[in-house]
């Protein structure tokens, strides 16, 4: 851990994926941190704790008993006015999954890193997305990083896009558990001035709040068959899913503010590479799109005209971007790095198949499993998939799903 | 046209304890109070003790402004009523103003009853009822030297003891064969007498009076024995009658007073009666009767408060009961219930304890193993245990021999118990 | 009208007839030993050997005698409730005694006078001379008073069931707390009842919430942090009941007492899932009836203990921790002004016992009968806890009646046989012996009776 006085933090630091999110939190200023230590995140709630022991970050640090009180002592901060932030992974997502659930329907803006890890069982303490492709239908904002800095740069952009009116929603920042928690790379710290100006002051309670200046009953039973009961809870869902959909766009408008004030550009929803020209595509998320990026470089050499469609909103579903992008391309590989048992694929597959359903042409796909449990998916890999993708295209078709590290 | 919610004619025993019954439930509804004497409000009951000076008229008053003021009573003296209109709700009273009602309540009281003594007219003469009758026969007292008190009831005898306790001369005439009848039998009457003869009172009993004349400044009387007194005062004290003048002709059923029910209801609707204007139902007989007895005003008072203002915890008037609680000349006489055993059936059972040389008595009467009534001078009983051992009815076989040789205590005791 | 007034009370089996109170009421008002002048009267009782009964002036709210009385010297004085006597305007009529059907206002012959009682200026002798305690000054309506001008914090007509006394227990308390509260009532018989409300209407004047069963201490100590964190003192109150405080909400709620989260839990203890039909929990009693620890052929209730769970607070790190019945109010109140102050500093926890009418099958009118028999069959004791002081008990444990007598109050123990009574006989002894012996251990009382 670097020991950077606080007067003259360094401007880029060399750290890890769970250090750079201890950054972005510091720089951020939430009220209050909640924490609970669970592989591979623990690194991410030391730092944390360590900066708030140095005074770096002027938070309340909850140390509670399990996850499922992290999550809640954050719901009642926030009622109460807090900006708040979280960090947990596998078992320790689970365990807070109750209260999880809940934070946004109570429209929460709480900002949480996954640090994603394998499920259970058979036990497991590596790095994989099962655990927060969990968390697909709990009405939760999901971003996938690519990278070190991409987690620092999110977790900032997370708090803005979370208390923003039109979205007024929990956002989960995952980082890949092994590649980037533990990840270590260059990064640049944004300047404290600019990041206060770019979130502004808190606002995270003003629809909802514990507070005896406002006294409000929060959460009543709603819903039933009593009067204004069913019309009562469908205005709740249809304010929650137009709360995601409203985020699309601000997610899209954080993005180029991002990038105007702090120079660097991500692509909010979809990012595309080298698709411009592409027959075909391969479809990663998070930390996996690194090596699949080098082996499309590598294909094009290679005199393939192969592109790489990266998947960082996964919720909201960033529906009109997919389908947009899809249509460039006349056949895909989707490889996932967790597994949806009940279509026998990686779920990010089973999502783009619904997309592929509004296209005016069918294109082939093909799904990929790969990463599971800390396990690598190397340029090998993507050579694979790239080959296997494209020979769609000439009708040999491959069936679905495709365990990348079976033989391993 | 004034406008009130409860309007309350009167303003003695019956007129609070209804005014207390309306403000438990109702602490704001307009109520207006309205009496035709000129004072804060008082008690008949005290003036004998306002006639000999030992209490004097701004210090007995029952309410005073501020409690007005508080209970937010409109309070009008001077002014009785005057007439009633049942079709309009509205009364006017004797200073013309007009009020229409929601609810009124009759508690106009009594008033002396004259009796028809030749002569009487034309003699000056004192009667005792309100306070200025009390001031005017104090006044009256600085230059009197004798006195006669015409009735030997409550009244006349309390004011010839204070008569003859600040030196006056007194005679008492009374035309039945005992004083204070109704509620003490022939034997205690007599311990009475007795004590009235030893303290100077001259008593004239089973005498009538024939004639009255002015005489001097005075007056003279004239009995049926032949007899002559002359005094310095004449006090007529026999007895009251309700005062119902303002009803005449009216739909209100009157007999001797307003006959009213259970609730103390008039049979006219948004009407209510009590006190001593009213005739309720006897709690012996069933009859409907009058009768000045101060603690009956104030049940039918609050009974009929409730009433009017729809108290659910109402319970019907149980029926009068006499009751009378006498001191004189440093004794101690009480009555409760029937105390003549005459007008009961045979089979009542009957106490009694008289020591004359102790100036004790004792009576209890029990029937069906109830008590009937009980009546004591300078005994020991708790008069509103006994009233309640009477109205409830309660089973005394159990306890009898206790309650006979000790009604205090076992009077206690079965309170204790029984109603605790 | 509409306030109330201490009261001399008399319990009745506590009284040996000696007689000090009226030698002692005679020497403070007459001068006198003689207890002729006493102006409260006991009687030995013709209905039972070694019983006394009492006569004494009850201050009546409304009282008959001052009706009756023609001279204005009886009054009611609303301040303070006595019924005071005027000895100047009194004429000596005596019809006060007519209206009195307590004798509570006598002639004394002696004196020339009536007399009655005028509570000493509320300090009265006779209480204070009661060797046996049957004469208490009961304060509680001068507590009653200072809770009914407080402000109810709950809208009217919450579906409390019938006879059920946690609706006063919410009520008070909050009233006393007031409003800058924050208050958790998680899923269970409070929030059903509607405290938090219903489809977009609220049950209460206050922030209030559905925590879920699982998280009320940690939500409220997440809340507290941050009005700490901005200098706000706002007091955080759970209404719990015990499913979510000993089974469910037990780890959140253990947590948060272990960190020393500033908050009043109060855990409304109906000892089961009543709300959800009367299911079985950790602080079920042995052998009772529930709808998962059915009467059967093989089975015949629960078959475990209740967990003690104001004892495992006492473990926790707590300012403080106390056990209450709603049969004794008084209590209950000086013990939440404790807790309300220990909030401040860290954990307060209140353990209510709580009867359910329709879960244990008890006439909803003897719900508070079935809070005292509790008590004074020590199945539930009342007793405080803080760390400095140590454990108090406060009501005695000594003599106390069989537990049948309480037992017997409910149908859920209807079917108990010997051999399962004896069970909660042995158990009552063994938490009351444990109890003891915790309080010779910690506080000053027991370290009296030790040394003696």
Sequence with gaps: ?408 | MEQTKYLIAGCSHAALSALNSIRMLDQDGSLTLVTKDDHLPYSPTVLPYIVSGQSKPEKVKLRDDEFFAQNKVNFISGAGLSTLDVDNNSVTLQNGQEWQYEKLLLATGAAPAIPPIPGLTDTPYHVLRTMDDAVNLHAALESAKSAVVLGGGLIGMHAAENLIKVGVQVTIVEMRPQVLPGYFDAEAAKIIEQTFIENGVAMRIGNTVVGAAPDGEGAKVSLDSGDEITADLLLVCTGVAPVISYLEDGPVETDQGILVNDCMATNIANIWAAGDVAQAVNFYSGEKSVGGILPAAVEQGRIAGMSMINDPAINPYPGGVPLNTYGFFGNQAISVGVSDENALPKDTEVLLNVNEEEMTYQKILIGEGCLLGISGINTDFDPGIMWQLVLQRVDLEPVKEEFLSNPTDTGRDLMSRTWR | ?452
């Excluded at chain 1, 137009?242 to 979809?270: D, S």
């Excluded at chain 3, 009226?22 to 030995?44: F, Q, Y």
């Excluded at chain 3, 922030?207 to 809340?223: D, E, K, R, Y």
């Excluded at chain 3, 979510?244 to 855990?267: H, K, N, P």
């Design chain 3, 1 to 452: 009208m509409g306030h109330s007034h201490n009261t001399i009370a008399f319990h009745q089996d506590k009284c040996d007839g000696c007689g000090e109170c009226m030698t002692v009421c005679a020497g403070a008002k007459s001068g006198t030993a003689d207890t002729l002048h006493s102006r409260l009267k006991i009687v030995p009782s013709i209905a039972a050997n070694d019983s006394f009964e009492l006569a004494l002036c009850r201050q009546c709210g409304d009282p008959k005698c001052v009706l009756n009385c023609p001279s204005g010297s009886l009054t009611k004085n609303h301040k303070t409730g006595v019924v005071p006597w005027d000895a100047e305007k009194c004429v000596d009529c005596l019809l006060c005694t007519v209206g009195c059907a307590y004798g509570g206002i006598t002639y004394n012959a002696a004196a020339g006078h009536v007399m009655k009682c005028d509570m000493c200026d509320g300090d009265p002798a006779c209480v204070k001379s009661c060797p046996t305690g049957a004469l208490e000054y009961n304060r509680s309506a001068e507590i009653y008073n200072n809770y009914g001008e407080l402000e109810d914090l709950f809208v009217p007509g919450l579906a409390a069931c019938q006879g059920c006394n946690s609706e006063l227990l919410i009520r008070h308390t909050m009233r006393k707390i007031g409003s800058n509260a924050v208050v958790a009532t998680p899923p269970g018989c409070i929030a059903g009842m509607g405290t938090v409300g219903f489809n977009g209407k609220t049950g209460s004047k206050i922030p209030v919430f559905h925590p879920l069963l699982t998280n009320t201490a940690s939500m409220l100590a997440g809340a507290k942090r941050y009005y700490n964190r901005i200098g706000r003192d706002v007091t955080m109150v759970a209404l719990a009941g015990d499913g979510g405080t000993v089974d469910a909400g037990f780890q959140s709620l253990s947590g948060a007492a272990e960190r020393g989260e500033q908050m009043l839990y109060i855990c409304v203890d109906n000892e089961g899932y009543m709300n959800t039909g009367m299911q079985r929990s950790g602080s079920t009693s042995f052998g009772s009836w529930t709808s998962t620890t059915p009467v059967g052929e093989t089975l015949h209730g629960k078959t475990q203990d209740a967990k003690n769970m104001p004892v495992i607070m006492m473990m926790h790190n707590c300012e403080y921790v106390a056990t209450a019945s709603l049969a004794f109010m008084d209590d209950y109140y000086e013990k939440l002004d404790k807790a309300l102050a220990a909030a401040k500093r860290g954990m307060a926890y209140l353990h209510v016992y709580s009867p359910c009418p329709t879960g244990w099958r008890i006439p909803s009118e003897s719900t508070n009968e079935v809070c005292r028999k509790a008590v004074e069959t020590n199945f539930v004791t009342l007793w405080e806890f803080a760390p400095d002081e140590g454990l108090r008990f406060t009501h005695s444990t000594d003599d106390p009646l069989p537990v049948e007598e309480y037992l017997n109050l409910s149908g859920k123990y209807r079917h108990l046989d010997d051999a399962q009574l004896t069970h909660i006989e042995n158990s009552v002894e063994r938490k009351v012996a444990f109890l003891n012996g915790f309080m010779l251990a910690t506080s000053d009382d027991g370290a009296e009776s030790l040394a003696q």
């Design chain 1, 1 to 408: 851990m670097p020991d950077a006085a606080l007067t003259n933090e360094p401007k880029s630091i060399v750290c890890d994926g769970n250090e750079a999110a201890a950054w972005a939190v510091s720089l951020a200023k939430p009220d209050m941190v909640a924490v609970y230590p669970i592989t591979p995140q623990s690194s991410l709630v030391e730092y944390v704790s360590q900066f708030i022991a140095d005074g770096k970050i002027d938070a309340d640090l909850m140390d509670v008993e399990g996850e499922h009180s992290v999550m809640s002592v954050l719901h009642g901060a926030c009622l109460a006015g807090a900006r708040t932030y979280t960090a947990t992974c596998g078992p320790g997502l689970y365990y807070m999954f109750e209260p999880y659930v809940r934070t946004p329907g109570m429209r929460l803006p709480i900002v949480m890193s996954v640090v994603t890890r394998d499920g259970l069982t058979p036990q497991s303490v590596w790095g994989g997305q099962q655990d927060a492709m969990m968390l697909r239908e709990t009405g939760w904002i999901q971003i996938y990083c690519e990278s070190v800095q991409e987690v620092l740069d999110s977790l900032i952009m997370a708090f803005r896009i979370a208390e923003h009116r039109d979205v007024m929603l929990p956002v989960n920042i995952c980082h890949d558990g092994n590649y980037l928690s533990y990840g270590v790379t260059k990064v640049f710290l944004p300047e404290q001035e600019m990041v206060d100006d770019f979130l502004g002051d808190k606002d995270t309670n003003w629809h909802v709040a514990l507070d005896p200046d406002r006294p409000m009953s929060v959460d009543p039973l709603t819903g039933g068959e009593g009067p204004g009961g069913p019309s009562t809870f469908v205005r709740y869902r249809q304010g929650h899913c137009a709360g995601m959909q409203n985020a699309l766009r601000v997610i899209t408008e954080t993005h180029e503010e991002w990038e105007r004030k702090f120079g660097r550009c991500y692509a909010p929803l979809i990012e595309e590479y080298r698709l411009d020209d592409a027959d075909y595509a391969i479809v990663t998320i998070g930390s996996m799109s690194g090596a699949g990026k080098d082996a499309v470089d590598v294909a094009r050499e290679q005199g393939q005209k192969v592109g790489l469609i990266r998947v960082k909103t996964f919720r909201p579903f960033p529906m009109e971007a997919l389908r947009n992008t899809l249509t460039k391309v006349k056949a895909i590989g989707v490889v996932d790095r967790s597994v949806s048992f009940a279509w026998n694929c990686g779920p990010v597959f089973q999502e783009i198949q619904a997309a592929l359903y509004q296209l005016k042409e069918r294109i082939p796909a093909i799904s990929f499993i790969g990463g599971l449990a800390g396990s690598d998916i190397t340029g090998e890999h993507f050579a694979r998939v790239i080959e296997a993708t494209g020979n769609q295209l000439a009708g040999d078709m491959t069936e679905s799903p495709v365990w990348l590290n079976e033989n391993e």
